[in-house]
């Protein structure tokens, strides 16, 4: 009735108990980006059809995810580090046999945890959509990678979990780390494309993931966005009802945007040196190609 799909790199450590909380599924398949350690052992002895494949990109991994062969028409799509609780799989198996055909996702919410606190005010983005028609799920965007779906999505009174320290905090820095390097890139071939980002589709557009599209894309246009960004988690969302677990989430999210805006910077000064570089380059070449008369005549 429902597969599912799990991505890997590395993760002996939470693959064991993603896998166990789908243990209802009888079509588990995990795509892996040749992991080193015994993510892939540790799958096939639970019973998932493992396939690798290298990775090449967030969006791309992804996608080709979704065009492996699953038994179902409808996936449910988890990552390592995420649980599906027991009472999950009745609300799935429920919402899919009601589907109609204008129906080829639906969206729920995902629970944060910092160590064993739920992060209930303090995460930003609650909702995904997880649960997808195998033939009518896309994504694009490298870094924070949106799915796109051709068709209505619903929203089910459901949730999942998500540990996102469950390998520690030095783990989740260099993830972070990485992240913000590619969205400073991203923001560059933004800025360079000229994409005009709107207040109206930012505040009332329908589709959820266009939203926040253009959410991102207008905050990024913001001075003093690291500081801006804490003041919101922690007094606008009320992270603070969540005790030193949500202070905590919000400086790491602050110190994040902070890296992005830093990064964005340096790329900035970077670009800036190059077309300096080739704009003295182009004059040389262009004063070698006039005779020396000429150049005379300009002294």
Not at 121 to 132: E, F
Not at 198 to 213: G, M, N, Q, T, V
Not at 220 to 240: G, T
Not at 255 to 268: A, Q, V
Request: proline share 3%; net charge positive.
């Amino acid at each position: 009735m429902i597969s599912v799909l799990i991505l890997t790199k590395n993760e002996e450590q939470d693959i064991a108990g993603c896998l166990s909380s789908v243990s209802w599924c009888d079509d588990v398949h995990v795509l892996d980006s040749f992991s080193s350690d015994d993510t892939v052992d540790i799958a096939r002895a639970a019973g998932a059809r493992v396939s690798q494949r290298a990775f090449d990109g967030y969006a791309s991994q992804r996608n080709a995810g979704l065009a492996l062969p699953f038994k179902h028409e409808w996936v449910f799509i988890l990552d390592a580090d995420e649980r599906a609780p027991q009472c999950l799989f009745p609300i799935l198996r429920e919402a899919v046999l009601a589907a109609d055909d204008r129906i080829a996702g639906f969206r729920l919410r995902r629970r944060d945890f910092y160590n064993r606190r739920w992060l209930k005010h303090a995460q930003i983005t609650p909702y995904y959509i997880r649960l997808v028609r195998k033939d009518k799920a896309h994504y694009y965007r490298e870094v924070n990678e949106v799915l796109q779906i051709a068709g209505e999505v619903g929203e089910l009174p459901a949730y999942f979990n998500h540990y996102p320290f469950s390998k520690g905090m030095r783990h989740w820095l260099k993830k972070h780390n990485r992240y913000s390097t590619m969205e400073a890139m991203r923001w560059i071939e933004e800025h360079d494309g000229n994409i005009k980002f709107s207040i109206k589709k930012a505040l009332f557009s329908k589709d959820f993931s266009e939203k926040r599209y253009h959410q991102k894309g207008l905050f990024y246009k913001l001075p003093a966005r690291p500081l801006i960004k804490w003041l919101y988690i922690v007094f606008f969302r009320l992270a603070i009802l969540d005790g030193r677990a949500g202070l905590t989430y919000a400086t790491l999210q602050a110190i994040y945007e902070y890296f992005i805006r830093l990064k964005t910077k340096e790329l900035l000064r970077a670009d800036k040196r190059l077309n300096g570089s080739l704009w003295a380059a182009q004059e040389m070449e262009d004063r070698r190609s006039v005779p020396n008369t000429l150049l005379m005549e300009r002294i």
